[in-house]
């Protein structure tokens, strides 16, 4: 089974995330910050990452610099689920590493759609 590690400062959010994704296949870990989520993935990498941008202690931005530089890091699917909708954040995003961006509040036939794209699914 597929795994998915969704990042996210607000339980609301990783909750839906989880039953959505669930529904797609995916096992699910969950982390409340990037520094979690940089723990999580030293244990194991994930297939996906679906990634707030803003958190506490560490937020997506800086953690996906940290997974991309981790040795296979190069390989979970990065999607940032996130309020910033400016070109530069997602321009930003992008080329630090992201393979997509969802904007919230998302639904199930975003995020499949995303997953899709992706080759996820």
Same mark, same amino acid.
């Given at each position: /089974?597929?795994?998915?590690?969704?990042?996210?400062?607000?339980?609301?959010?990783? +909750?839906?995330?989880?039953?959505? #994704?669930?529904?797609?296949?995916?096992?699910?870990?969950?982390?409340?910050?990037?520094? +979690?989520?940089?723990?999580?993935? !030293?244990?194991?990498? =994930? *297939?996906?990452? #679906?990634? *707030?941008?803003?958190? =506490?202690? /560490?937020?997506?931005?800086?953690? #996906?610099? &940290?997974?991309?530089?981790? =040795?296979?890091? *190069? @390989?979970? +699917?990065?999607?940032?689920?996130?309020?910033?909708?400016?070109?530069? &954040?997602?321009?930003?995003?992008? &080329?630090?590493?992201?393979?997509?961006?969802? /904007? !919230? =509040?998302? *639904? +199930?036939?975003?995020?499949?759609? !995303?997953? @899709?794209?992706?080759? #996820?699914?």
């Amino acid at each position: /089974m597929r795994t998915c590690l969704v990042v996210d400062d607000s339980s609301v959010i990783r +909750k839906v995330a989880r039953r959505i #994704l669930e529904g797609l296949d995916f096992q699910i870990l969950e982390a409340e910050d990037g520094e +979690k989520a940089l723990e999580a993935c !030293k244990r194991g990498l =994930p *297939d996906a990452v #679906l990634l *707030d941008w803003n958190m =506490p202690i /560490m937020d997506g931005y800086e953690f #996906l610099g &940290h997974l991309r530089r981790m =040795p296979g890091g *190069d @390989q979970p +699917k990065v999607v940032f689920c996130t309020t910033e909708n400016d070109v530069a &954040h997602i321009a930003r995003a992008l &080329h630090a590493g992201a393979n997509e961006y969802i /904007m !919230k =509040p998302f *639904d +199930k036939d975003i995020v499949t759609a !995303k997953f @899709q794209e992706v080759g #996820l699914i």
